[in-house]
């Protein structure tokens, strides 16, 4: 599939975004107290940027971004439409968090509103990646590893920038490092597992079910149908630098989940560091996730390419 | 809407007889033709006499070449058109976030709402047989409509009321009508000469149906047939023949 760059920084972003609300909302309903409030409204103002920034910049990849108000309506059926409802009201809470923590009272309603912006952003992310786990026609997507692997990686994300705001605010050692670490870790396996399927899964179809041509043998592809690229090649049948993806894989999980568990030992060690440790982690999650977005996209193919005879189903490297 | 409606008892489709089309692409230029009418017309095209020309067509017509297997027969070519298929459950109508894309109640055609798109393309993705193309140009996803202007419309004879990509077949491969009657011409035909889905692990029952080639005399598509060895028999031949054969034959 081709990796379009505006869904790529959409799907990054408002996955950390979501993820850094999804954990203050976390804390706000355990524990009001634990967090100040100029730290809980700086978290918000950061969560719901990240997320703003990402979803304009998935209406860029729409071809026409002023009707994008249509998609709230078709939430019955369509996962894309339930992200953009989940995506909306979570700005709800968001707002409800910053007007409470401003007055400074009324713990109980800051625990429900924390509980409601934890709900909304785990629902929105879960709905981003159902979009493409419903999708039967790309098997790399269609797959019990899709949903924990964008809940890993968002929440994450979140971590990440939730742990370089805690060390501006109150530098001093704490859990976040240790949970950074854990988390990263796990969110790496997650996708190594994930390689792992992919690479072992056997095509959906092939080029004989897709033209019911099998019972007469083998099916290969003499002609194509057009001499030029059409919307369908360059859209599906995008096979640019998937010779790179061990390398790029590689890559992927050295940001992911060996650099941040890294920075966190040192943050532990050499607390004087924690903000420097902090930032150098939001930097490494952000390229590794950006790395693994690209190929998640790159490495998926689609069954249509079947009628061009290409190969579908699992990925090959050079 | 893109909840799916009810099963309708009238389900408008193609049938594609992969026996006698010959692969000339009439079906793709008349649809081009049809559709392209005016600048309004779902077939745009981008830069159409330049370099890398880019446009929206919804037949695609691909060729393959079958090799028997376990035989040392010909191997066979089958040209095969590709189009949409108006499933019966197709994702690329309950994927659609805004109601654009929508399956008729009355007659199960496929159509994209063009006011309604948004051009996230999502319902492409979700198409295992790549009957959706985008138009950058408009911003919109383009599909086969199955010539819905063309098959209600009382201005043009009966004769006519057809998909143009029917019309134009100089072969008769391509066949429309009712497949949800079972008593339609079409529905006869597949019943009569084995049709099937295409991809049906996928799960979106299509209605158009595909006729498989018949069996070829040279056993091709059938059974395993021995290679022919070319033996002459001489001794029936003319005199001159035979010294033509000697004096080649040196």
């Known amino acids: 599939m081709h990796p379009a760059l505006s869904v790529i920084f959409f799907t990054v972003a408002s996955g950390s975004g979501y993820g850094l609300l999804f954990l203050l909302g976390l804390l706000l309903t ?43 309506s078709q939430w019955r059926s369509s996962w894309l439409s339930r992200e953009g409802v989940a995506a909306a009201l979570s ?10 923590e401003w007055r400074g009272d009324d713990a109980v309603l800051l625990r429900a509103c ?66 950074i670490a854990g988390l990263a870790l796990a969110s790496a396996w997650f996708k190594y597992a994930y390689w792992r399927h992919i690479d072992a899964k056997p095509a959906a179809a092939t ?88 190929l998640f996209f790159a490495e998926a193919r689609h069954v249509v390419m079947l009628y061009y005879a290409a190969k579908t189903g699992t990925t090959q490297h050079a | 809407m893109t909840m799916l409606p009810p099963p309708s008892p009238k389900k408008l ?33 981008e830069n159409a006499y330049g370099r890398e020309p880019l446009g929206v067509w919804f037949n695609r017509v691909h060729s393959y070449e079958i090799e028997p297997a376990e035989t040392t027969g010909p191997a066979m070519t089958v040209h095969f058109p590709r189009s949409c298929l108006h499933c019966e ?7 659609c976030p805004t109601g654009a894309s929508y399956k008729r109640a009355e007659d199960g055609i496929v159509l994209v709402d063009a006011d309604k798109c948004i051009g996230c393309q999502l319902c492409a993705w979700a198409c295992p047989y790549g009957a959706r193309e985008y138009s950058q140009e408009r911003g919109t996803m383009q599909k086969c409509t199955l010539c819905v202007d063309r098959i209600y419309n009382e201005t043009l004879s009966e004769y006519d009321r057809q998909p143009a990509c029917v019309m134009a077949c100089p072969t008769r491969a391509r066949h429309f009508g009712d497949l949800g009657d079972a008593e339609s011409k079409v529905s006869k035909l597949v019943a009569e000469r084995g049709g099937y889905d295409l991809m049906p692990e996928m799960g979106y029952k299509p209605v158009n149906k595909y006729l498989p080639p018949r069996p070829r005399r040279d056993g ?29 034959s040196r």
């Open chain 1, 30 to 72: 355990i524990d009001p107290q634990s967090i100040s409030g100029n730290e809980a409204i700086a978290a918000v103002a950061l969560g719901g940027a990240l997320a703003a920034a990402g979803l304009l910049s998935s209406m860029l990849h729409l071809g026409q971004p002023r009707r994008a108000w249509r998609a709230f």
């Open chain 1, 91 to 100: 700005f709800a809470p968001m707002l409800a968090v910053v007007w409470l």
């Open chain 1, 114 to 179: 924390g509980l409601l912006l934890a709900a909304g952003a785990a629902l929105t992310v879960v709905c981003t990646a159902k979009i493409y786990a419903t999708l039967k026609t790309i098997p790399a997507w269609h797959n019990a590893y899709v949903l924990p692997c964008y809940l890993l990686l968002g929440l994450l994300g979140g971590a990440a920038w939730a742990w370089a705001l805690h060390a501006a605010y109150a530098p001093r050692v704490d859990v976040l490092p240790i949970a």
């Open chain 1, 207 to 294: 080029t004989e079910s897709a033209t019911g041509l099998g019972r007469f043998g083998s099916v290969r592809s003499v002609e194509a149908p057009h001499t030029e690229q059409n919307y369908l090649t360059r859209e599906m049948g995008f096979a640019l630098a998937r010779k790179h993806a061990r390398r790029l894989r590689a890559i992927g999980l050295m940001l992911i989940g060996v650099v941040p568990p890294l920075l966190a030992a040192l943050a532990c060690l050499a607390p004087a560091f924690g903000l420097p440790c902090a930032a150098a982690a939001v930097m490494s999650v952000a390229g590794g996730l950006f790395v693994e977005r690209w």
């Open chain 2, 13 to 45: 489709g193609l049938v594609i007889d992969l026996d006698i089309c010959v692969g000339c692409h009439a079906c793709a230029v008349a649809c081009k033709e049809w559709n392209d009418g005016g600048q309004f017309g779902p077939l745009p095209d």
């Open chain 2, 89 to 95: 459950t197709p994702d690329c109508v309950t994927v």
């Open chain 2, 220 to 248: 091709c598509a059938t059974q395993a047939a021995p290679a022919r060895e070319e033996k002459v028999d001489l001794s029936t031949a003319s005199p001159l023949l035979r010294w033509m054969d000697r004096i080649l």
